[in-house]
């Protein structure tokens, strides 16, 4: 089973600068296999990236996703006050065809 | 647009059994796409539990699979959950949710609903 680790934990930042949130796999993931979502409190998760590097209808172009292989990444350009939040990487893994979550990064206003 | 919405008891006695339901509206349950559960323990991150397509295959998560059925009633426009031999542990909010327009990620998802396991 593919461990999707996320880095960091939490993040502190400041509306207008630039995040970026990193999702390593322990094996080899196809990009049209990953994901990311951003989830507010109270709230259903929100799928922003698929594919590794496309965005979601009606998601912002401040948000970008790229990486290959193990290494993910989650960038967003200019913070805006409602991008605090928590945000999770995804997997599919075949054999047998499984999700998997990274642990969540927390983005909050330093 | 496709809309979800979870039901089912807010509170389940452990070594029961956990049931859900997920009506779909605004669309086919039939669309050809897979529909999940989800579930988030209070404070923690998400876990992906199973998944469904219309023609009643099925793949769930390989630590819940021994407890775990997803169904799907074409009639009703619907899909269920069931989780039994249930724990404190399995205390979380579960949300289903639809594959989404570009597969092997999920959207949208349903707004989710808080199930305790206790006496």
């Known amino acids: 089973e593919i461990v999707l680790t996320q880095s960091p934990g939490t993040l502190s930042l400041s509306p207008g600068e630039r995040a970026t949130l990193s999702c390593r796999a322990s094996?080899?993931?196809?990009?049209?296999?990953l994901a990311w979502y951003q989830q507010k409190p109270g709230q259903a998760p929100r799928l922003l990236i698929y594919?590794?590097?496309s965005r979601a209808t009606g998601i912002p172009d401040r948000f970008s996703g790229s990486g290959s292989g193990t290494d993910f990444t989650l960038t967003i350009g200019r913070l805006e006050p409602e991008d605090f939040a928590v945000y999770y990487c995804?997997?599919?893994?075949?054999?047998?065809?499984?999700?998997?979550f990274g642990q969540g990064t927390k983005l909050e206003i330093k | 647009q496709v809309q979800l919405q979870e039901s089912g008891p807010g509170l389940v006695k452990p070594s029961g059994t956990l049931s859900l339901t997920c009506a779909v509206s605004?669309?086919?349950?039939?669309?050809?796409?897979?529909w999940t559960w989800v579930r988030q323990p209070p404070g923690k991150g998400l876990e992906w539990i199973g998944e469904i397509h219309h023609s009643g295959r099925t793949n769930y998560s390989p630590s819940l699979k021994s407890r775990v059925t997803i169904s799907v009633d074409k009639s009703e426009n619907q899909f269920s959950l069931n989780l039994n031999s249930v724990t404190a542990a399995d205390t979380a909010v579960y949300y289903c949710a639809r594959e989404s327009a570009w597969g092997y990620s999920y959207g949208p998802w349903g707004q989710g609903t808080l199930v305790t396991v206790s006496s």
């Open positions: 094996q080899s993931v196809s990009s049209r296999d």
């Open positions: 594919g590794a590097s």
């Open positions: 995804q997997q599919y893994g075949t054999s047998p065809p499984t999700y998997t």
């Open positions: 605004g669309g086919s349950i039939s669309s050809g796409k897979w």
